[in-house]
């Protein structure tokens, strides 16, 4: 059963122009959210978490909000840059376990 | 150099052989983890490991062993390859395994495809 669930398998935005990710976990138990990116040929590297005690968590250009009540996050990502071209992994961890969403592929045209 | 190193980067075996995936980190991290990363699933835990010579297992253990007799190493055999171990292979540390602030540092992957 897939406990963290991104429902977008891919997202196309042009430069400069918001991305936003979704993601949705079916866990009560899950408190800390994660964001990290992938590169091809590259490992996961962390972007950016939110605890479940506050509702956004800002860095930069990228921006975390998390609804508890809908059990939903998401990642705002303004202004979008060709660089940011890479696959997305949601992550949510609680009561010791973690676990990853599928990923979304972010591609930014120029 | 400091971080995390998997090797091989590439391996390809033929089905029922033995293959041992590498993995050294050099931040002297408690725990360590090993995920496989297929389309449509994301990356799922295999096993994982608190500190040397403690391991358990994780979502998807079967098919696969581990050890960690030194804190820097953590190994993942496949003792019998089967096609559906067909995979990228990720291995990961981090500093804690409280679920509250567990980042984890992942090494760049072992793409093993099993014919």
């Known amino acids: 059963d897939q406990q963290v669930k991104q429902n977008s398998p891919s997202l196309s935005v042009q430069e400069g122009r918001i991305s936003i990710l979704n993601c949705d976990y079916t866990n009560s138990m899950f408190d800390y959210f994660l964001w990290y990116k992938k590169y091809p040929a590259e490992g996961p590297t962390f972007l950016i978490s939110i605890s479940s005690i506050k509702d956004k968590n800002e860095d930069g250009r990228f921006t975390v909000f998390l609804n508890k009540s809908a059990k939903h996050l998401s990642l705002h990502i303004v202004p979008s840059q060709p660089g940011d071209s890479a696959v997305y992994f949601c992550?949510?961890?609680?009561?010791?376990?973690?676990?990853f969403g599928a990923g979304t592929r972010l591609t930014v045209k120029p | 150099d400091a971080g995390i190193t998997q090797s091989p980067r590439y391996k390809i075996t033929e089905t029922g052989r033995q293959v041992t995936l590498m993995c050294h980190q050099t931040w002297s991290h408690s725990y360590m983890f090993w995920y496989r990363q297929d389309l449509g699933h994301g990356l799922r835990l295999i096993y994982y490991s608190a500190a040397a010579d403690i391991t358990d297992k994780g979502e998807v253990p079967d098919g696969y062993v581990v050890s960690r007799s030194k804190t820097e190493n953590f190994p993942l055999t496949l003792e019998s390859a089967t096609r559906s171990q067909t995979s990228v292979y990720f291995c990961?540390?981090?500093?804690?395994?409280?679920?509250?602030?567990?980042?984890?540092?992942f090494g760049a992957g072992s793409r093993l495809t099993v014919l």
């Open positions: 992550a949510a961890s609680g009561n010791n376990d973690m676990r």
């Open positions: 990961a540390s981090s500093r804690t395994g409280s679920s509250r602030a567990n980042v984890l540092t």
